[in-house]
């Protein structure tokens, strides 16, 4: 669509798990202003997480309006509004009132466990994954919801609306006139047909969640709803993207075609590879899913994997062991010596993701001798980080034969020289480094041009991406299999220990 007397810049909303960031793009693609502002978090009781949805929506309407100023543009400058989220996190509200019912379940809480056991017991794990393309796992929205209905919200169903991240923020931006989310969000739900892109009777049963209560699923760029009684711009802006975290940073990183990948670093790593317009089929534990819905392509699809712990590992290194001082430290420290002389850490600190999926194996470090010391380990953190990143990629590899030949990465730890060196060398891959890593919120701004028109197509807007730096392999095939194999040997381990 096009709007008239549109305005030059966009606005990108990054709502994430540990705080929300503005950022404002120039109709070149030039950052005019970012504005960061981190949140409480709360952990009422062993592995339940939660966040406060009210200070979720204060921190977007701090950073937003911060940003339209920083940018020294006025409100009536921004053509358009992009929204992207945390995925999977869950909240409820009033629909007459819009009052918040409780804290919102964050994507990481792992209340619902037994539930999920139960229900893989009962046998719906099959039925889950073949209607949604997601594995029966607290990870995801539905037994959230279905907690929050036993809790007392069963009975409030004729004014109760949920909703992910993405959902509440549209609400709130709009004046409370949109209930909605993105094909993409849905899709972390394990309530949405993943085949069909609508909310699944099956599905919707098997957890006891109303359709009623749902947002309607859109795409991820067009009208959307329009804003109202939100400062940061005028009534009436179009919000004209909307994607999920991961979802976004695809897009961000231009990988529109088939065999296109990203990872982003950041506390865990999450890969994601577009698999075009048929939905895919995985036989080693990765996610099938949405990479995005356009209004004029239809469904695109993907494969996903996640680390749970990348970053993590490093702070755990700061904040645990003491071996470094801050983050940042750690490249030069790793750089002292040449290897890390067979020192291997697994950083199974939160168990493992895909494509292992074993709640229960342990953060591992193996091969210490009298010679080990503080730089060894930091090296062989990195390396674990690239390993684990490296058996996702080979996992898409197998189950696509896709001719993947080029990582593109974005995330906090990607600024990291010696972790994307290591990532290219240990898995044969051309690294690809852009100069703006927060991908994500670009993404989403990519969206809303798209969706008013400022682009003609997802191509045009990819213009508004440079590269900074470029990674080649340096090491040969057969000191990649080996490093491989001494990693898998390690993994074994922490899996039995």
Not at 123 to 135: F, N, S
Not at 168 to 175: A, I, Q, S, V, Y
Not at 183 to 195: G, H, K, V, W
Request: some cysteine; charged content about 20%.
């Amino acid at each position: 669509m096009h709007v008239a007397h549109m305005g030059s810049h966009l606005l990108a909303i990054d709502q994430g798990t540990t705080g929300t960031t503005a950022l404002v793009l120039a109709p070149n693609g030039a950052v005019a202003a970012r504005v960061d502002v981190d949140f409480q978090q709360h952990f009422p009781a062993p592995g339940w997480v939660e966040h406060d949805a009210d200070e979720i929506w204060r921190t977007v309407v701090e950073t937003s309006t911060a940003a339209v100023a920083k940018a020294g543009i006025e409100p009536r400058d921004i053509a358009a509004v992009g929204i992207t989220n945390q995925r999977e996190t869950v909240v409820a509200w009033e629909r007459s009132s819009g009052n918040v019912l409780g804290r919102a379940i964050v994507w990481q809480d792992r209340r619902t466990s037994a539930r999920c056991e139960q229900l893989r017991a009962a046998g719906h794990g099959d039925e889950v994954r073949a209607r949604t393309g997601l594995v029966l796992d607290p990870y995801f929205s539905a037994t959230k919801l279905e907690w929050l209905l036993e809790q007392g919200l069963s009975a409030r169903t004729n004014d109760l609306c949920f909703g992910n991240i993405d959902s509440f923020l549209l609400w709130r931006l709009t004046g409370g006139e949109r209930h909605a989310t993105d094909a993409t969000n849905a899709s972390r739900t394990s309530l949405m047909d993943l085949e069909s892109q609508t909310w699944s009777p099956e599905m919707c049963a098997l957890f006891g969640v109303p359709i009623s209560t749902l947002p309607e699923i859109v795409a991820n760029a067009g009208l959307i709803g329009r804003t109202r009684g939100f400062a940061a711009v005028l009534d009436g802006t179009p919000v004209a993207g909307m994607a999920g975290d991961q979802h976004a940073a695809l897009f961000g990183q231009a990988c529109f075609e088939p065999g296109g990948i990203k990872c982003t670093y950041g506390t865990g790593a999450f890969i994601v590879l577009n698999v075009g317009s048929k939905r895919p089929t995985t036989r080693h534990g990765l996610i099938e899913t949405l990479a995005w819905k356009l209004p004029s392509e239809g469904a695109t699809y993907a494969l996903e994997g996640s680390c749970f712990v990348a970053g993590a590992a490093v702070q755990w290194l700061r904040d645990g062991l003491g071996i470094i001082a801050s983050a940042r430290e750690i490249e030069a420290l790793a750089s002292q010596v040449e290897s890390s002389e067979g020192v291997v850490f697994v950083p199974a600190l939160a168990g493992l993701g895909a494509p292992y999926w074993d709640a229960e194996a342990r953060g591992l470090i193996c091969g210490i001798t009298r010679g080990t010391n503080r730089a060894h380990i930091a090296r062989a953190t990195l390396e674990g980080i690239a390993f684990q990143v490296d058996a996702l990629v080979e996992a898409m590899r197998q189950d696509t034969g896709a001719p993947i030949q080029t990582l593109r990465v974005d995330g906090g730890a990607a600024a990291n020289d010696l972790l994307m060196q290591l990532q290219a060398d240990l898995s044969g891959l051309k690294v690809e480094r852009p100069q703006d890593l927060e991908t994500t919120a670009r993404g989403a701004a990519m969206l809303a041009g798209l969706g008013v028109g400022m682009f003609a197509s997802a191509q045009d807007a990819a213009r508004m991406i440079q590269t900074e730096r470029q990674f080649g392999v340096r090491m040969n095939e057969t000191q990649r299999v080996s490093e491989r194999r001494r990693f898998s040997q390690a993994v074994e381990r922490a899996r039995s220990s």
